[in-house]
């Protein structure tokens, strides 16, 4: 377990559980300005240290998101070693990411407002 991660009753992470929610998105918002390999979108996760992930997961992940038609693939030559597989964002991506974006503020205001006030009114 991660230092500081919460377990939940089934014993899993807290932090853990939010990112398996999220990550697609956060792919999908990486990919938003031009292609990227598998490392390379690793490594700009982890720089956010609770969206920190492995191969194991990612390269799953960027599987179905080609299968869904959420990003296209495209092998390149690389300047060390085999070529790589880059990941662009398809149309379909771009418009899955533009509904995550306008449903995620009301999703994490409505959550806010559980922590902070469980008694209250939202609206």
Same mark, same amino acid.
């Given at each position: 377990?991660?230092?500081?991660? *919460?377990?939940?009753?089934? $014993?899993? $992470?807290? #932090?853990? /559980?939010?990112?398996? &929610? %999220?990550?697609?998105?956060?792919?999908?918002?990486?990919?938003?300005?031009?292609?990227?390999? &598998?490392?390379?979108? @690793?490594?700009?996760?982890?720089? %956010?240290? %609770?969206?920190?992930?492995? /191969?194991?997961?990612?390269?799953?992940? @960027?599987?179905?998101?080609?299968?869904? &038609?959420? %990003?296209?693939?495209?092998?390149? *030559?690389?300047?060390? &070693? #085999? #070529?790589?597989?880059?990941?662009?964002?398809?149309?379909?991506?771009?418009?899955?990411? $533009?509904?995550?974006?306008?449903?995620? !503020?009301?999703?994490?205001? *409505?959550?806010?407002?559980? @922590?902070?006030? #469980? /008694?209250?009114? !939202?609206?």
């Amino acid at each position: 377990m991660v230092p500081g991660e *919460a377990m939940d009753e089934a $014993g899993s $992470g807290v #932090p853990s /559980q939010l990112r398996k &929610g %999220v990550l697609e998105h956060c792919v999908l918002a990486l990919l938003r300005d031009g292609p990227k390999y &598998g490392v390379e979108l @690793l490594g700009e996760l982890a720089a %956010v240290s %609770v969206m920190a992930t492995s /191969q194991g997961t990612i390269y799953p992940l @960027l599987s179905r998101l080609r299968r869904e &038609g959420l %990003v296209d693939t495209e092998l390149r *030559a690389s300047p060390s &070693g #085999p #070529p790589r597989r880059y990941y662009t964002l398809t149309a379909g991506g771009r418009a899955a990411l $533009g509904e995550f974006a306008s449903v995620w !503020p009301l999703f994490r205001d *409505a959550v806010d407002h559980f @922590l902070n006030d #469980p /008694q209250g009114d !939202p609206a």
